[in-house]
């Protein structure tokens, strides 16, 4: 509660506290934009429950599985590195945005994997409606995936070079928002699209 | 300031949690699979914004930036259904 901060009225907390809502505003906007696939996603699914029941079964539950436990930790790491500048150790968030990023790339590599996989079996976006969706909502998220890889490289290089102190880390923050943002549709794509079909 | 601890405490309660989700898509509930798996999307969901988010700490301004998507995606989700069932 802001009323407990010491620091009432310094520039740095109040700007601080501008670019938090600037971020969760724009999650705001990923939330509703995602939000029109999960619409799609629940009308044909009501729509077409036999479709769903039986296409969802040809994908790679094994790979989906491994890629949420890959997310997950990506998170963890994300967040001991901004406890870790919260703190003043430079170094220790440097190796979490380096894990980080290891992770974010290597969910992207099983991503990869699981769609040569279903195009070696045929299943394409225009294959039916259950693929339209799940290459649509993988795709979208890996979009937002290569997006947070660029933000954490970007924080990296920045961190490198001594942009951030216990004072002031404003930058990495707002990106770790945005990468447990990803994390969040994840877990729920998992099992809408793997587990439930 | 949260502990490194908590943070890996919630981690390894999303790991339990994945695994959860896993063995129960196993099991034949016929509707309660679904309601099930997203039961426990969302406690994790929960978990991962209140405590890597930080949400747990933050200020009534920032909940209400937070909940009001979510608002408007029940809205839309429970208005484009209740329109093709009762069309």
Not at chain 1, 144 to 151: M, N, Q
Not at chain 1, 171 to 188: A, C, N
Not at chain 2, 20 to 49: E, H, Q, R
Request: charged fraction near 15%; charge should be positive.
């Amino acid at each position: 509660m802001p009323e407990e901060r010491s620091n009432h009225g310094s520039r740095t907390a109040d700007a601080f506290e501008t670019a938090k809502l600037g971020i969760w505003a724009f999650l705001a906007t990923e939330v509703l934009l995602f939000g029109g696939l999960f619409t799609a996603y629940t009308v044909f699914r009501i729509n077409y429950p036999a479709l769903f029941h039986t296409e969802h079964l040809k994908l790679n539950r094994l790979l989906g599985l491994i890629n949420t436990l890959v997310l997950i930790t990506s998170s963890l790491t994300m967040a001991l590195g901004i406890a870790a500048i919260r703190r003043g150790r430079r170094r220790l968030l440097e190796l979490c945005l380096l894990l980080t990023i290891f992770m974010a790339a290597g969910f992207l590599g099983i991503k990869y994997l699981e769609w040569s996989e279903d195009f070696a079996r045929g299943l394409y976006p225009d294959t039916n409606l259950f693929f339209s969706l799940y290459f649509m909502m993988t795709g979208l998220h890996g979009l937002h995936v290569i997006g947070g890889i660029t933000v954490l490289a970007t924080m990296l290089i920045m961190a490198r070079r001594g942009a951030f102190s216990e004072q002031y880390h404003t930058p990495v923050e707002i990106s770790g928002l945005y990468w447990h943002f990803v994390d969040l549709v994840w877990i729920y794509l998992f099992p809408l699209l793997y587990l439930i079909g | 300031m949260t502990s490194y601890r908590t943070y890996i405490i919630v981690w390894l309660a999303l790991l339990v949690l994945t695994a959860a989700t896993w063995l129960v898509s196993y099991t034949d509930l016929g509707v309660m699979n679904a309601v099930a798996a997203l039961f426990i999307a969302s406690v994790k969901a929960a978990l991962v914004a209140l405590f890597f988010m930080h949400l747990r700490y933050e200020s009534r301004l920032v909940w209400a930036f937070a909940l009001f998507p979510l608002f408007f995606l029940a809205l839309f989700i429970a208005g484009t259904v209740t329109d093709m069932l009762f069309r």
